[in-house]
């Protein structure tokens, strides 16, 4: 099992950028796809991007294309969220997912990530 911690997070004004990272332990980085969720006040988690083992990809939600760009450092264990041109409805709670294995067809499913951060929040104020 490999554990997860986000940072990164915080309060920035439409338009600004945050970069979020999470750091992996506990079991080998490399072998993992990873991507990044996030869940919003009364709202269902959903996707927002997706890098595979050997920097596969990577993979975004129609909502964030062009604005975000993930990458992964596999020396340092480490995720990265680029946020920019950030809008209100970008805020939310960003919680990274591991998976030993995902397809294609279920690479935007939650379900397929085995495991999670706790979550960092990403509040944009208009």
């Known amino acids: 099992q490999v554990q997860l911690v986000e940072s990164g997070g915080g309060l920035v004004q439409a338009g600004g950028s945050l970069r979020l990272s999470c750091t992996a332990s506990?079991?080998?980085?490399?072998?993992?796809?990873m991507a990044w969720f996030r869940q919003a006040p009364g709202k269902e988690r959903e996707f927002v991007a997706a890098i595979r083992k050997n920097n596969g990809g990577p993979y975004y939600a129609d909502s964030v294309k062009g604005r975000f760009t993930i990458s992964r450092d596999n020396a340092q264990s480490s995720l990265h969220l680029q946020m920019n041109s950030l809008k209100p409805e970008d805020t939310a709670v960003y919680y990274c997912a591991a998976s030993s294995s995902t397809i294609l067809s279920t690479i935007r499913n939650s379900g397929a990530y085995g495991n999670w951060g706790q979550g960092t929040q990403v509040t944009v104020s208009a």
């Open positions: 506990g079991s080998t980085f490399r072998r993992y796809d």
